[in-house]
């Protein structure tokens, strides 16, 4: 009988076909005395032997799909494999000690890790320690007869079932061969769901056991709208989903007629709807989609996808690419917002009890202003080409908003004294995350160019549930009033002030909310860009006094999120 699994529903869309387990294997063996050392030898010899062939096809397909830099690391994999000085030591530990390859050569590599990762401030050689235990794993996998799962070796269509997808993960999985994915963590707003919906790739997270309820090639179904997956399903049910994809397919269609149309709602009042990008490439999403800006480039993925801090002119080199790619639509950069879920591996941070509460985002950019410095240098001159805004992510505070905007004007003014370009009218905000400094929204407005909310923290702060966790995603309530009246207090404080909100949490794009962020009067509207069209198609149905009595409705007279939910449906019928 067809299995099915529940989960969130990540990111819109049907796909179906075989299971392909993205799950680290059982890699324990015991140490053994072994009594012929040049067969032993010759084993691990064989085993090596198979892991450089398997690293010279996955190192061709990162240099394919993802450039010669990204492919950099499979080739210092390479290296490790041929290092006689390395090998010798391993092949003398079995000879003289009698232990089975697996033993001696993981003996040997802790070592070199230990050395290696002990040179603390060598950021160098804490990657070559990485690498050698990439490269342990993968050889010990061959000596077992288990293989390590690789993205970059799919070579057929698949849907990928893993325990979770890490941002980098995501971002190498091939859209020619991956037709969707399902993860047992996870929730709607995490960051290898956002990742889902920019790729277009069907996707359903926080289904808690799809890694143990599912093997390696059966056939699955996974349905990105509803949330749900079917492994192993009927003929029937294969029918009814390719009926299914071609409806989603035909409607799709619909709202791509809608692409050079205005965001305008029935009685003619018009709002801005932008496209949250991760890297540059995104752009030509964003443009297909009919985006009117770039709300939100999330530019961490520029620090995630590297090996070390991006330069200032690889920076400058992408934000340029985006405003130019935006042909002078607003394109608002978000400075680096690194820690909570997003690591960077040249970056060690503190281990800390609560992440997300932590060390991060702006916390970061005013502690380690070299870093800082680079990247606001680098978006100034950037600022030349096109219509480029800046904003902070996680203000919590007006002292945190006045020093970063305070570091912004004095590299501002140090180009402007050394001749370099620079545009005059880079709007400067900040990201509406923290619920303290929502309430301050009236004295942050005086500082400020424009607020976005970040719903996707604000929320996770505002209940303290944390918005990766599905366990409490029952917490994760958009609709509540309480996140409404934050949301309200933002959006009229900016407009007293003159200024404009928007919104680049993933609620901005929620179908059920945009109706309440009309009426509550959002200027700007950023969110994954699939999900543009169709908000453009809803807007083009709703009243925005109507709407206005709505959102006041929600705000002041709901009780939960349901009879929020009750409202907007007797209103938008
Ligand atoms: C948010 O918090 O709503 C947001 C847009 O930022 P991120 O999802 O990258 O944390
Ligand atoms: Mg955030």
Same mark, same amino acid.
């Given at each position: 009988?067809?299995?099915? *699994?529940?989960?969130? %529903?990540?990111?819109?869309?049907?796909?179906?076909?075989? %299971?392909? /387990? =993205?799950?680290?294997?059982? *890699?324990? +063996?015991?140490?053994? $005395?072994i009594d012929n050392p040049d067969a032993e030898i010759e084993r691990l010899s064989a085993a090596v032997e198979t892991s450089k062939q398997e690293l010279e096809v996955i190192k061709q397909k990162a240099t394919e799909n993802l450039g010669a830099e990204e492919a950099q690391v499979f080739e210092a994999h390479l290296t490790i494999l041929s290092d006689p000085e390395l090998f010798g030591q391993? #092949?003398?530990?079995?000879? #003289?000690?009698?232990?089975?390859?697996?033993?001696? =050569?993981?003996?040997? $590599?802790? /070592? +070199?890790? !230990?050395? +290696?990762?002990?040179?603390?401030?060598? %950021?160098? /050689?804490?990657?070559?320690?990485?690498?050698?235990?990439?490269? $342990?794993? @993968?050889?010990i996998g061959h000596l077992l007869g288990v293989s390590i799962p690789n993205p970059a070796l799919i070579n057929e269509e698949v849907v990928i079932v893993a325990h979770d997808l890490t941002p980098s993960d995501t971002a190498q999985l091939d859209r020619n061969f991956v037709k969707g994915f399902i993860t047992d963590i996870g929730g709607r707003t995490s960051h290898s769901a956002i990742m889902s919906r920019t790729l277009e790739? &069907?996707?359903?997270?926080?289904?808690?056991?799809? $890694?143990?309820?599912?093997?390696?090639? !059966? /056939?699955?179904?996974?349905?990105?709208?509803?949330?749900?997956?079917?492994?192993? &399903?009927?003929?029937?049910?294969?029918?009814?989903?390719?009926?299914?994809?071609?409806? +989603?397919?035909?409607?799709? %269609?619909?709202?791509?007629? *809608?692409?050079?149309?205005?965001?305008?709602?029935?009685?003619?009042?018009e709002v801005k709807l932008a496209a949250n990008i991760g890297t540059p490439k995104d752009v030509e999403g964003a443009n297909d989609n009919g985006a009117e800006a770039v709300g939100l480039f999330r530019s961490e993925f520029l620090y995630m996808d590297a090996s070390e801090l991006p330069s200032e002119e690889d920076q400058f080199k992408a934000y340029k690419a985006a405003v130019e790619g935006m042909n002078g639509k607003q394109v608002v950069v978000r400075t680096m917002d690194i820690g909570g879920d997003k690591e960077l591996p040249y970056l060690p941070l503190p281990e800390e009890q609560n992440p997300f509460l932590g060390y991060r985002a702006i916390r970061i950019s005013l502690d380690r202003q070299d870093i800082f410095r680079t990247q606001l240098r680098a978006l100034l001159r950037a600022s030349h080409y096109g219509s480029l805004a800046i904003m902070f992510p996680m203000i919590a505070t007006v002292q945190e908003f006045k020093d970063a905007k305070a570091i912004f004007e004095e590299e501002k003014a140090k180009l402007v004294a050394d001749g370099v370009p620079v545009s005059d009218d880079i709007e400067v905000g900040m990201m509406m995350e923290v619920p303290a400094a929502a309430m301050?929204?009236?004295? =942050?407005a005086k500082y400020v160019d424009f607020f976005s909310i970040g719903t996707n923290d604000l929320?996770?702060?505002?209940?303290?549930?944390? @918005?990766?966790?599905?366990?409490?995603?029952?917490?994760? !309530? &958009?609709? #509540? &009033?309480?996140? *409404?009246?934050?949301?309200k207090n933002t959006i009229e404080a900016s407009h007293k002030e003159g200024k404009w909100t928007g919104m680049c949490g993933e609620m901005a794009g929620d179908q059920v909310a945009v109706p309440i962020l009309l009426g509550l009067g959002l200027d700007e509207f950023s969110m994954s860009a699939t999900s543009i069209l169709k908000t453009r198609s809803l807007l083009k149905t709703l009243d925005s006094k109507k709407m206005e009595e709505l959102a006041d409705k929600a705000v002041n007279d709901c009780e939960t999120a349901d009879e929020v939910v009750e409202l907007v449906n007797q209103y938008t019928k």
């Open positions: 009988m067809t299995k099915v *699994l529940n989960g969130i %529903a990540a990111s819109d869309g049907i796909a179906a076909a075989k %299971a392909y /387990m =993205l799950v680290q294997p059982d *890699l324990s +063996f015991e140490e053994k $005395t391993i #092949n003398d530990k079995i000879k #003289n000690d009698k232990v089975n390859a697996e033993a001696a =050569l993981k003996s040997v $590599t802790d /070592m +070199f890790i !230990q050395m +290696f990762e002990a040179m603390e401030d060598n %950021a160098y /050689m804490q990657e070559r320690a990485g690498d050698i235990r990439d490269v $342990t794993k @993968r050889v790739i &069907p996707a359903v997270v926080g289904s808690g056991n799809a $890694t143990s309820e599912i093997s390696e090639g !059966q /056939m699955v179904i996974i349905d990105g709208l509803d949330g749900q997956a079917l492994v192993e &399903p009927t003929d029937e049910e294969l029918e009814d989903y390719k009926a299914r994809a071609k409806a +989603f397919a035909d409607q799709k %269609a619909e709202w791509k007629l *809608l692409k050079d149309a205005k965001s305008v709602t029935a009685d003619g009042k301050v929204a009236d004295k =942050l929320i996770g702060y505002s209940m303290a549930a944390d @918005r990766g966790n599905e366990k409490i995603s029952y917490l994760y !309530q &958009p609709y #509540n &009033p309480s996140i *409404l009246r934050l949301i």
